[in-house]
Every structure is written in C-alpha cells, then in structure tokens.
T-cell receptor, first 113, second 114 residues
Framework: DTGVSQDPRHKITKRGQNVTFRCDPISEHNRLYWYRQTLGQGPEFLTYFQNEAQLEKSRLLSDRFSAERPKGSFSTLEIQRTEQGDSAMYLC???????????FGPGTRLTVT | AQSVTQLGSHVSVSEGALVLLRCNYSSSVPPYLFWYVQYPNQGLQLLLKYTSAATLVKGINGFEAEFKKSETSFHLTKPSAHMSDAAEYFCAVRRGDSSYKLIFGSGTRLLVRP
C-alpha cells in the first residue's frame, strides 16, 4: 500500500491553456474523489467515481472541467481554457466501498498566470 | 444541506497545554464526522472519525473528539500539545445516506509556542 499518488505535484500554466492531472488511488480502492482547495479554505468537493462510473458532480465542475476514470483505476482531471480563478490545490482521495475513510494524496498545485 | 463551522481560524497554545479545536455541524440526516490534519504543501491525513458508534472517538497522535448531538458539535482535543502538532486542522461531515462527498470547514491553524 503506497498511498494515493498525484502527478504532477506542481503545474504552472498560462491562462487559456489546457492542463491535465493524474491520480492513482490506493490499489483496490474502488471509490475515487476529486476536491479543490484554495488558499485559506477547506477542500471543496468536485466529483467522485465508483469504479469507472462518475456518480456525483459538484456545480463547481464547470463545462471546462472533465474527469475520467476509464478502467476504474487511475483518474484524470482536465481543465480546458484555464483561468486565473482555477489556481488552487487539486486533491484526490480514494476509499473502499465499505469504509467511510477517504485517504488523500499530496495534491497538485496549479498556478495560472 | 450539510455544513461545518470551525470557530477560530487560528488557535495558539503553549507546548504542553490543552488543545481544543471547535467544530459545529448541521446535517439533515445522521452524519459521519471526521477530523483531518494538513501540514504545509501536503495532502490531508485522517485523525479520527465518528460513524455512530461510541460518541467519544480516539484518534492518532493522542487526539480525541466527542460527538454531542444536542450541541451539534464534534470538538477536537488533545491533553498536551507538542510542537509537531502545529498544522491546519479540518473538520468534515458526510451525510449518513447515499452521498459520499465530504463537506469541510474552513480550517483552524494550530500554532504551538515553545
């Protein structure tokens, strides 16, 4: 059990560019979550997957955001046409379907210039 | 709708003193409650959770929390602060039914003075 991993850890991009983040959950965790955390705030839920099915999406997840988990293992979060307001820490978490405990990765810090 | 309020964005204690971090929640259904700790530039680590079993929950690193339904509170305590406890602490709530998302408070930064 190596924990939840996220790649990259840091991303600096120019406004208007597309970015993609990857999350690898703890093996055999079939639930995967994405959260966004801005400076001085708690994480805000974006979306979650049960295996490959995306079961819940926040209204925060605008049309520019898309998340996938095609094989029920790793997940990607893509932001198209980035805006400065997208600058935040993007956190991924995973859990089993019998546990209430979500285990978080180290996050990807996005800076949009 | 669920929500979490953490009173005090910053709490400062002396090393060896009692730590008390406050959390109040609102939930339309019996909730699950969690405390997480976050060190700078890191993800969140689960400290403890309440899932309708014992109302006094013990977690890692000597922390514990008590669920008080009548007060809708889930305050985090530690009898004696250590310098390594300095971090950001987040309280979170999850509905006790079909939704699995966590709703977080805005966090409390704990400062420990030598």
């Amino acid at each position: 059990d190596t924990g939840v991993s996220q790649d990259p850890r840091h991303k600096i991009t120019k406004r208007g560019q597309n970015v993609t983040f990857r999350c690898d959950p703890i093996s055999e965790h079939n639930r995967l979550y994405w959260y966004r955390q801005t400076l001085g705030q708690g994480p805000e839920f974006l979306t979650y997957f049960q295996n490959e099915a995306q079961l819940e999406k926040s209204r925060l997840l605008s049309d520019r955001f898309s998340a996938e988990r095609p094989k029920g293992s790793f997940s990607t979060l893509e932001i198209q046409r980035t805006e400065q307001g997208d600058s935040a820490m993007y956190l991924c978490a995973s859990s089993t379907d019998v546990s209430n405990e979500q285990y978080f990765g180290p996050g990807t810090r996005l800076t949009v210039t | 709708a669920q929500s979490v309020t953490q009173l005090g964005s910053h709490v400062s204690v002396s090393e060896g003193a009692l730590v008390l971090l406050r959390c109040n929640y609102s939930s339309s259904v019996p909730p699950y409650l969690f405390w997480y700790v976050q060190y700078p530039n890191q993800g969140l680590q689960l400290l403890l959770k309440y899932t309708s079993a014992a109302t006094l929950v013990k977690g890692i690193n000597g922390f514990e929390a008590e669920f008080k339904k009548s007060e809708t509170s889930f305050h985090l305590t530690k009898p004696s602060a250590h310098m390594s406890d300095a971090a950001e602490y987040f309280c979170a709530v999850r509905r006790g039914d079909s939704s699995y998302k966590l709703i977080f408070g805005s966090g409390t930064r704990l400062l420990v003075r030598p």
